[in-house]
């Protein structure tokens, strides 16, 4: 089983690293850090920084009472207020709570203190039947999702075009950018009922469609790539939208994107559309909870379902039935498949630990018959002491796994960096370190993903909690060979390369 033991030491104090190139990572001094020094393989790529100067939150209701004096009111207007904008519990508590200044009748107090009591406990009987609904909306999506401290990350979220450079960037303020290279025009996707954007999905087969899953439900922006409109208007979106099934935590595309499957952790039901006609089909089962993530195999023959629960389910889409599968505690936290869809990673809310199910042509597990029917664990990322006293590993909050099935990628609850390990798959998988991935001193990676169509090997993208987008190329053979062509781009190479670090991998 891997392990985090052999691994490259960090780089040095105050280094960023840049980029992996034919097994040896580079780094430089966060002031002077250019991946371009190294590498042109995303010299075209557009820069991403989400600053606050680019966000546009409209002020929220407790903003806004800061603006006003406050005035005396009575206490029975001060509970209808109270009941009126935040509910009826809200006004329970206030009722059953001293006020400072004013007195409160102790038959109110005591009526208020009993009826909390009764909601409590009725809550209580309710969340041991459907532990899916102890918490709801923005408290429901932080706990599944599979961004890094999500309420307060500049980047929400973020995703690439499955056939083309366009990557599709959620901001902390709902709005959805969509940057491209070689246009400076970059398009705005935003309205007041998309509230929350928790996940991203480009459609396969598709340049201008983006599902973007929110609060609401979900939108599926049609994004015309030869408009210099960057300000689309809602009508340029089909909304999809069920009773109970909000907050959407999680939306996957099929293999040819002629459907779209959704869930949320409050839903014990997936939906899988059809978005042309804007019709659907449930698929519910007992048993788990809502339903908190779902992706779609590469090869389009399974869904991977994971619930706030112990039990997670893998569906096989030929007749849409599901294999049930549990796990020890808590629940699968992240998920992903091999590019051959032979191989599903994951790992669970409450073990350093990645798994693996190998399935067949035949669409169930493979596995003797002398075997008993568990999942392999194949990583233990314990906690360990790495260097210098500094400590990586622990619970997982996402992973990533590149088109070519070469490097998979770690975001830890925690460790303040990001972990790339290598993979190979033929009989078995193999898998072992390849490096770590370090911001800017003081910067925590919120969310990883891999670019889809990128030919030179692996690009690895990290929103920083800066606000900061960056890509990590990992090459096994660069444009930059000519080291003349080096003196001609980048006078002071010598003193760069001196500064900058390389680590060994092999």
């Known amino acids: 089983m891997c392990t985090l033991l052999g691994f490259p030491a960090f780089p040095p104090v105050g280094h960023v690293s840049l980029c992996e190139l034919e097994g040896r990572v580079h780094s430089m ?23 606050r100067d680019l966000l546009h939150s409209s002020i929220c209701r407790e903003d806004a009472r800061q ?51 009764l909601v409590s406990g009725i809550n209580h009987i309710r969340n041991s039947f459907h532990p899916h609904l102890r918490e709801s909306g923005d ?52 309205c007041k009922s998309q509230r929350a954007v928790s996940c991203l ?57 002629d459907l779209l499957l959704t869930a949320s952790a409050a839903d014990t039901a997936m939906y899988v559309w059809d978005v042309a006609m804007e019709c659907f089909v449930a698929l519910r089962r007992v048993g788990g909870g809502g339903v908190s993530l779902v992706t779609w195999s ?34 699968v936290q992240a998920a992903c498949w091999s590019p051959c869809g032979s191989v599903l990673l994951f790992a669970t809310s409450e073990e350093p630990l990645i798994y693996s199910l190998t399935f067949n042509l035949m669409d169930t597990v493979f ?57 190979e798959l033929h009989a078995v998988l193999q898998v072992s370190p390849c490096c770590f991935v370090r911001g800017v001193s003081g910067e925590i990676p919120n969310y990883i993903s891999f670019q889809q169509n990128f030919t030179e090997g692996a690009n690895l993208t990290i929103a920083w909690s800066s606000g900061r987008v960056q890509y990590f190329p990992l090459v096994c053979k660069d444009l930059k060979t000519d ?6 781009s980048v006078p002071n190479l010598d003193s760069s390369l001196r500064n900058s670090s390389f680590r060994s991998i092999r």
């Not at 790539?225 to 935590?249: F, K």
């Not at 619930?307 to 096989?316: A, L």
């Not at 080291?483 to 001609?488: K, L, N, Q, Y």
Request: with cysteine; aromatic share 8%.
């Open 367 to 423: 596995q003797d018959d002398n075997v008993s029917k568990t999942a392999l664990p194949v990583v233990d990322l314990t906690e360990v002491e790495v260097d210098e006293g500094e400590r990586v590993g622990g619970l997982v909050v996402s992973m990533a796994w590149d088109k070519r099935g070469q490097h998979l990628a770690v975001l830890f609850k925690k460790t303040d960096l990001v972990a790339v390990f290598l993979t």
């Open 201 to 257: 999905a480009w459609r396969p087969m598709s340049a201008s469609e983006l599902a973007v899953g929110c609060e609401s439900g979900v939108f599926v922006w049609h994004v015309d790539p030869n408009s210099v409109v960057t300000r689309p208007s809602v009508s340029c979106a089909t909304v999809l939208q069920r009773p109970h099934h909000s907050p959407v935590t999680s939306i996957t595309w099929s293999q040819h994107g």
């Open 67 to 117: 603006v006003f004096l406050p005035v005396q009111e009575t206490l029975i207007k001060k509970l209808i207020n109270v009941w009126y904008e935040q509910g009826l519990v809200e006004a329970l508590q206030t009722a059953a709570e001293p006020q400072e200044g004013r007195e409160v009748p102790s038959a109110l107090q005591f009526l208020a203190t009993y009826l909390l009591r």
């Open 298 to 331: 590469p090869d389009g023959s399974k869904v991977f379902a994971a619930t706030t629960g112990i039990i997670f389910r893998v569906w096989s889409t030929d007749q849409w039935l599901p294999e049930r599968w549990t796990v020890m505690s808590g629940h």
């Open 29 to 51: 001094p966060a002031e002077q850090a250019d991946v371009l020094i190294f590498t042109n393989t995303v010299a075209s790529h557009p820069r991403i920084a989400i600053t």
């Open 483 to 488: 080291r003349s062509i080096f003196h001609e």
């Open 139 to 190: 408290k429901l999506i932080a706990a599944v999702s599979q961004t890094r401290a999500w309420p307060m990350s500049p980047v929400r979220c973020l995703t690439w075009h499955p056939h083309c450079t366009k990557l599709a960037v959620a901001a902390w303020d709902d709005s959805v950018r969509v940057y491209s290279p070689g246009t400076s025009l970059t398009p705005i996707l935003k």
